[in-house]
């Protein structure tokens, strides 16, 4: 996945930033508008899917997944503190690290189709790769989107649909109570062999999705996967947000991630024992 460690001394320096806008996206997420307080100071470039941490005057540290906004550096949050006041009034000053982590590895689907599937909040990390299609700089022969949730209230950016299919996407949103990430396999038709496939959203649905997808032909090292949600203490200590096969070298979310290829967190498949 792209991202390396290339720069990583430098996005491990909390630098201090100002919150200019602020906008509740979903319950437990906000999205920020920050400028560096420093004036002249540039925004680092994060890859789609790499993510920020927000520290807080208390010391509270917060991952983020970056937009594209045009105003400095634009964020949503994968969480905000339960105690406290609300984060990010504006006006109000945060230090900000990053950007960490893998990104959306997106060049083998360059002239093919890309598919993205979320679940509810999920759908906010592929929202970079979202603003990419809209901005003309993509370049895949068709885009389609199917996100999902329990009801529209847990459903996070489905107000931005209309602009999508507007931009030529093949959109679909869909919510009810029986609903699973699955069903954006199941239910609609296989997607070409050569596609890419961009999953996000809780991680057990994210590995029944990724099974239906690969059953119905689409190759496993074409699925990639987000883990973003899982990221806690954002530095490779807690080891709460640990992904993969029990029998296999340790993979962390806020380390070895955020996205991975679905090859790397499937269990091997066991062979039935016989003479």
Same mark, same amino acid.
């Given at each position: 996945?792209?991202g +390396?460690?290339?720069?990583?001394? /430098? *996005?491990? %320096?909390?630098r201090?930033?100002?919150?200019?806008?602020?906008?509740?996206l979903?319950?437990?997420?906000? =999205?920020?508008? @920050?400028?560096?307080?420093?004036?002249?100071?540039?925004?680092?470039?994060?890859?789609?899917?790499?993510?920020?941490?927000?520290?807080?005057?208390?010391?509270?540290?917060?991952p983020?997944?970056?937009?594209n906004?045009?105003? #400095?550096?634009?964020?949503?949050?994968?969480?905000?503190?339960?105690? #406290? &006041?609300?984060?990010?009034?504006?006006?109000?000053? @945060? #230090?900000?690290?990053?950007? !960490?982590?893998?990104?959306? +590895?997106?060049?083998?689907?360059?002239g %093919?189709?890309?598919?993205?599937?979320?679940?509810e909040? #999920?759908?906010?990390?592929?929202? &970079?790769?979202?603003?990419?299609?809209?901005?003309?700089?993509?370049?895949?022969?068709?885009v389609?989107?199917?996100?999902?949730? %329990?009801?529209?209230?847990? @459903?996070a950016?489905?107000? $931005?649909? $209309?602009?999508?299919?507007?931009?030529?996407? +093949?959109? =679909?949103i869909? =919510?009810?109570s029986?609903?699973?990430?699955?069903? *954006?396999a199941?239910d609609?038709?296989?997607?070409? &062999? +050569?596609?890419t496939?961009?999953?996000?959203?809780?991680?057990?649905?994210m590995?029944?999705?990724?099974?239906? @997808?690969?059953?119905?032909?689409?190759?496993?090292?074409?699925? /990639?996967?987000?883990?973003?949600?899982?990221i806690?203490?954002? $530095?490779?200590?807690?080891?709460?947000?640990?992904?993969?096969?029990? $029998?296999?070298?340790?993979?962390?979310?806020?380390?070895?991630?955020p996205? !991975?290829g679905?090859?790397?967190? *499937?269990?091997?498949?066991?062979?039935?024992?016989? &003479?």
């Amino acid at each position: 996945m792209p991202g +390396d460690e290339r720069v990583r001394a /430098q *996005a491990m %320096r909390a630098r201090p930033y100002r919150v200019l806008a602020r906008y509740p996206l979903a319950t437990g997420m906000v =999205t920020l508008v @920050l400028e560096p307080v420093q004036p002249g100071e540039a925004v680092p470039q994060a890859l789609p899917g790499q993510y920020w941490v927000l520290q807080t005057p208390a010391g509270v540290r917060i991952p983020a997944i970056a937009g594209n906004g045009s105003a #400095g550096l634009e964020v949503t949050t994968l969480r905000v503190p339960c105690a #406290g &006041p609300p984060l990010g009034e504006p006006g109000t000053l @945060l #230090g900000v690290r990053g950007p !960490f982590g893998t990104g959306w +590895d997106l060049e083998p689907a360059v002239g %093919r189709t890309l598919l993205l599937v979320a679940w509810e909040t #999920g759908l906010v990390a592929l929202r &970079p790769v979202l603003e990419q299609v809209l901005s003309g700089t993509a370049r895949y022969a068709r885009v389609q989107v199917w996100a999902g949730g %329990r009801n529209p209230r847990t @459903l996070a950016l489905h107000a $931005d649909a $209309d602009l999508w299919v507007a931009r030529g996407m +093949d959109v =679909t949103i869909a =919510t009810g109570s029986r609903l699973t990430m699955a069903c *954006a396999a199941q239910d609609r038709p296989a997607p070409p &062999p +050569d596609a890419t496939a961009l999953l996000a959203g809780p991680l057990e649905m994210m590995l029944e999705t990724a099974q239906a @997808l690969a059953r119905r032909g689409l190759p496993p090292q074409r699925i /990639q996967m987000a883990a973003h949600s899982l990221i806690r203490c954002t $530095d490779a200590v807690c080891g709460r947000c640990r992904v993969g096969p029990a $029998d296999r070298p340790v993979l962390l979310a806020c380390r070895n991630g955020p996205v !991975f290829g679905y090859h790397e967190l *499937a269990a091997p498949l066991r062979r039935p024992s016989g &003479p």
